[in-house]
């Protein structure tokens, strides 16, 4: 393991230039448009498992500049990295990291170069931005769709540009090292009638290794249904993919593997004093890492199979009391996992109590097992108190024991205890401190975790500062859930626009 003591700074400059003094004297703007951004990540990165080895020191940097004029727009990002280490991978002066040209009409809009491209729910496919976690996968090439009020065409075709060098703390394997892989499909959505629409989807892809033939091919085909209020209160979703490809091996060429198949539908009736969803996912060998399907699963939860399992999930959730600022609800998950050859059972239930303007709290509470795989129980309180005019103080209280490798002869437990305490001064300035204290850790990974934060944020400018150490452990933003490292280190992140 790795003691990482890292340093963010980020910058965000945007605006507007006039087209002229006099135009800028009548109050009249020019439809030019302007924007740039800016983040630095600097890392000193020290191994304990050799404290004679000097900590290596890096910068992760990038600058994104954007333009726009009327109905067009472009955008430009590039980045560079600067490491001690000699080996040349960690040492790029300039990364042309995205390049973007795009028109914006009422019916069409055409994006040559850099685009983000989800398909429904993401199952099929998903090249999205994810900055928490240095994720930011584009199809480059183009793409053109026409739209009305009840048709909708789109077309595509590029190959997968994941970033290089991304500026994160815990950045995701791209999956993009040494590969090539090239896509190209559509989509057409028709809105027969008011509220419902109904999509079809297809789209190719390759993936080439480098100085090698195409080793994977996938076909992947999709159909979704959408309805508002098709009785009144009830909303409905569904969609269903399936995807046939191969593989090729060294010796005897391409082989093809079991078609996979990928489905989700959401139910949600709201004219009922508790608001009632049922959701369902049945995922069979559907194996792709260009997605980001639905877990069903809480963000405490790394839910590595995507590819085999079956689940559904109802929930209700009833609000009341002054504005309906107060709740009350529980779900109930239920499902299977074909790779663990398990049932998954996670009850929650979840609560949020105000009282008049001073006081707030949430309690939220469950317990998730695979039999004789592994369980999990997680419980969290936070409490939110006015102390003066303007100044509050919040206070959270987090519990986990989980359980794994019950069956085996040493049996793992992993057991997390957590008191995060904010104060806010005003609306421009916060204070934190966090505490975390892990009595299952082995004493070389340390037990007690310290640190302290502050915001300010006054007119254009927001900084943010983070000192000290955490455990680590399950990390999701966005749909996306990782095992994170422990961290020890600092960060300053900045961000001014105009």
């Not at 109050?27 to 900590?55: I, M, N, Q, R, Y």
């Not at 994160?168 to 057409?188: F, K, Y």
Request: aromatic fraction near 10%; charge should be neutral.
């Amino acid at each position: 393991m790795k003691l990482n003591s890292k340093i963010i700074c980020s910058l965000v400059l945007s605006g507007s230039l006039m087209a002229a003094e006099t135009a800028l004297e009548q109050g009249v703007s020019s439809p030019f448009t302007w924007s740039v951004s800016d983040h630095a990540l600097a890392t000193s990165e020290k191994d304990p498992g050799d404290p004679e080895a000097p900590a290596i020191n890096t910068l992760n940097h990038q600058t994104t500049l954007g333009s726009g004029w009327g109905n067009l727009s472009a955008q430009l990002a590039f980045s560079n990295r600067i490491s001690q280490a000699s080996d040349p991978v960690l040492n790029r002066p300039i990364i042309l990291d995205k390049k973007t040209v795009a028109g914006d009409w009422e019916n069409w809009e055409v994006r040559l170069g850099d685009s983000h491209q989800e398909f429904g729910r993401g199952i099929a496919l998903a090249l999205f931005n994810n900055p928490a976690f240095g994720v930011d996968n584009t199809l480059e090439g183009a793409s053109v769709q026409f739209r009305s009020e009840t048709l909708s065409v789109l077309g595509l075709a590029g190959r997968v540009n994941a970033l290089q060098a991304p500026v994160a703390i815990n950045p995701v394997d791209s999956l993009m090292t040494n590969r090539e892989v090239r896509i190209a499909g559509g989509a057409i959505t028709a809105s027969p009638f008011s509220n419902f629409q109904v999509t079809g989807r297809f789209h190719t892809t390759e993936s080439q290794p480098d100085g090698k033939a195409v080793n994977k091919k996938y076909n992947t085909y999709g159909v979704g249904l959408e309805s508002r209020d098709v009785l009144p209160g009830l909303d409905a979703y569904a969609e269903t993919n399936w995807m046939d490809w191969e593989a090729a091996t060294s010796s005897k060429g391409f082989k093809k593997k079991p078609r996979g198949y990928a489905s989700f539908a959401a139910l949600t009736y709201s004219d009922l004093a508790f608001k009632t969803k049922l959701e369902a996912k049945d995922y069979r060998q559907f194996v792709y890492d260009f997605q980001r399907p639905p877990t069903l699963e809480e963000e405490i939860v790394l839910a590595t199979n995507n590819s085999d399992v079956s689940a559904a999930r109802w929930s209700v959730e009833g609000r009341f009391g002054e504005e309906r600022a107060s709740s009350l609800g529980a779900s109930y998950l239920r499902g299977e996992d074909r790779e663990l050859k398990t049932s998954i059972h996670h009850p929650l239930v979840f609560s949020k109590v105000k009282w008049g303007p001073g006081f707030e709290m949430e309690a939220r509470g469950g317990y998730r097992w695979m039999p004789e795989k592994n369980n999990l129980a997680h419980g969290s309180l936070k409490g939110k108190i006015k102390t003066a005019k303007g100044q509050y103080v919040e206070i959270e209280l987090r519990k986990q024991l989980l359980n794994q490798a019950i069956l085996t002869p040493i049996p793992i437990r992993e057991e997390r205890n957590a008191v995060l305490t904010t104060y806010t001064f005003s609306e421009s300035f916060n204070l934190g401190f966090g505490y975390e204290y892990m009595p299952t850790n082995i004493p070389e990974l340390g037990n007690h975790f310290v640190n302290g934060s502050a915001t300010y944020k006054t007119g254009m400018l927001t900084a943010r500062g983070f000192v000290g150490q955490t455990s680590g452990g399950t990390q999701c933003a966005s749909g996306v859930c990782r095992q994170v490292p422990p961290y020890t280190g600092a960060y300053l992140e900045t961000q001014l626009a105009f």
